[in-house]
């Protein structure tokens, strides 16, 4: 059990039944009474944010959360499907739940899925990807003044700006978490 001196951002919580992370935290000490906990609480099945206080003395269960290394296998239907490598259990996660994560997903990428009850509920991908361009305007002559961007698409359909020297069929790698370019890929 955690107490309020405990509480961290950061920090996984059960609340009503539900894994919660605490988003950001603040300590009070009015002058008078018992010391404030503020904190700003972030469900991690919905995503919903909300406020709440707690005085010194409270306890909190920590969250029943699981990461395992999965493999991405594949997209249908019912939504995108991982394999755990170990016991080749499946679990499938839905576009809601992946977000803008599921334009970086090449197949047999190894990503780590946190798991509540049994089911997926978010995902953590590696820090850089490498896609191929499959849509960019032509480089035209005369452009060189720094930070002369163009929009360009990778395979899965992510839009992001691009240096106006990448073109159709350049490898590029993309940072998975700003979503932005960092590097064209010799091959």
């Known amino acids: 059990m955690y107490t309020c001196s405990d509480l961290k951002k950061g920090l996984k919580v059960m609340i009503d039944g539900e894994p919660h992370v605490i988003a950001q935290f603040d300590f009070v000490k009015p002058g008078k009474g018992q010391a404030l906990y503020k904190c700003k609480l972030r469900n991690m099945i919905t995503g919903s944010l909300f406020d709440r206080t707690y005085r010194s003395g409270e306890s909190f269960e920590p969250a029943s959360l699981e990461d395992r290394e999965m493999q991405y296998l594949y997209k249908d239907e019912s939504g995108y499907v991982f394999m755990d490598q170990k016991n080749y259990e499946q679990i499938v996660l839905t576009e809601a ?91």
């Open 97 to 187: 739940t992946l977000g803008d994560d599921k334009y970086f997903l090449v197949d047999n990428m190894e990503v780590k899925i946190l798991i509540f009850n049994g089911q997926g509920i978010g995902i953590t991908l590696p820090n850089f990807v490498n896609l191929r361009v499959t849509m960019a305007d032509p480089w035209v002559k005369g452009d060189t003044a720094a930070g002369n961007n163009k929009p360009g698409e990778v395979e899965g359909g992510y839009t992001l700006q691009v240096p106006s020297f990448v073109e159709q069929g350049d490898l590029i790698q993309i940072d998975t978490r700003t979503g932005e370019y960092v590097t064209r890929v010799k091959e």
